[in-house]
């Protein structure tokens, strides 16, 4: 039996498959949910180059209802929660392709207008295209961050520590942003709304902020939170029927 890491391929192989089994059928439960990824042209026949994006969506849903559970967000806030976690990107692709032809910054105005006025022609709530949008903060206030609803919290500090399907340290996960051009044009063209700072200074200030008051809520060791989600997602992974 070949061993690799102190596990046996097998184990490996079998643990792959019982993590896509489970996204699988957080997947299905939430069908519905997941078309309008299919409009945005991330998800389903012709979308293969952009499969990441809806993997990322799905993904940071698991995270956020992991966080919502746990922080004993009731029922209806936390379906609300997973639901616009998982189609919050999903006019992604659109808005890569403006940031590649205009630039970060103004490709992700050409688009922001657009991604809102198209939500609500879908029939979706004002009060959840405002927090799917809510992984952006709308100022850079700390009051005003500090007082945001959890919900809104949640879903800015899931999208924050999401990269592929695994969480990271936010700190982590900005550094790696930060490494293509587009990005740093998108998060300096805030400096002007964000009184000097750029988004993903913000961004930091907000991560550690959340970080800090989930970890306290949750009666976590400081720096824990991301070890706390990646275990509870692995226990619903091993645990499932």
Known sequence: MKIEGGFSLENKIENERRKTSYFSRFALKH??????????GILGKGAEKWRNISEHCLVEAV???ILTEYLGVDRDKRDKVV????????????????????GGGEGYQKTADEDERLLRESGIPED????????????????NLKNRSIEEKIIHFVDLITIGSEFVNFAERLQISEQKRQNIEFSESFRKKYNGKSLYEVQREAGKMEQAEFEKLLGLEPETLINFISAKLEERIKFQP
């Open 31 to 40: 069908f519905n949910d997941m078309k309008i990824l299919g409009k945005g």
């Open 63 to 65: 995270g956020a209802d």
């Open 83 to 102: 639901k616009t976690a998982l189609w919050h990107d999903w006019y992604k692709r659109r808005e890569i392709e403006a940031m590649q032809k205009f």
């Open 128 to 143: 959840m295209i405002k927090l799917a949008h809510s992984n952006i903060p709308e100022n850079s206030d700390l009051n």
